[in-house]
Every structure is written in C-alpha cells, then in structure tokens.
C-alpha cells in the first residue's frame, strides 16, 4: 500500500543522481531567471537607446537608466545566491552589463 500522494517511489536513491538533479534545478531556474529578468533590463536599457519618447524629461531618462542597472543588479545576485554562492561576489558586476552598454547612446 502506498503513502499516500507523497510516496516516495519517484525520489533518487542514488547520492549522486541526487545531487545531479539539484544541480540540474538550480541551472534551469538560474536561466529562467536570467532570461526573463536579464531580458528586463536589456529591453529597458534598449528601449532608452531607440525607443524613448523625445518629451522625456532628462531626469526620466537617468531614472530608467538607473532601473535597468538596479534590475541586471537584482538579477545577478538572485542567480549567484540560487548557485550557492556570495551575493558580494565580484560576479555581480555582469548585472551592471545593460546599464553599462547603453551608456554611451544615452548621454551622447
């Protein structure tokens, strides 16, 4: 007789298959989160570059710019604190990308 809905029939025996799926999970989430956030901020960061409505006023223009870094920031740390790592890793400097790679169209 099984235990109900949670058996646990489906669950790895196997040490290292164990800890090949939770490396395969966190790998999976980290591109969800890479794609969906990073996008966020590369489509801001776009956006400001060939897109914005020429009324902006110059503060509205920093401020996006300023959300876009915020965002690759916030994405950065999400994906190195779900692969076990330091948030203050210097990795998180790859958030900053999309802020960095429109600066120059933005203010020239």
Aim: charged share 10%; net charge neutral; hydrophobic share 55%.
């Amino acid at each position: 007789m099984s235990d109900g809905f949670m058996s646990h029939e489906h669950s790895p025996r196997d040490p290292a298959e164990s800890k090949s799926l939770d490396l395969v999970q966190r790998v999976v989430v980290s591109v969800l989160i890479g794609f969906v956030f990073g996008g966020l901020a590369a489509v801001l960061a776009v956006y400001l570059i060939v897109g914005h409505d020429p009324n902006f006023v110059p503060s509205d223009v920093i401020g996006l710019w300023i959300m876009s870094g915020v965002i690759g920031l916030v994405t950065a740390a999400a994906i190195l604190l779900i692969n076990r790592r330091k948030v203050y890793n210097l990795l998180v400097l790859l958030g900053l990308l999309p802020m960095a790679a429109s600066w120059y169209w933005i203010f020239h």
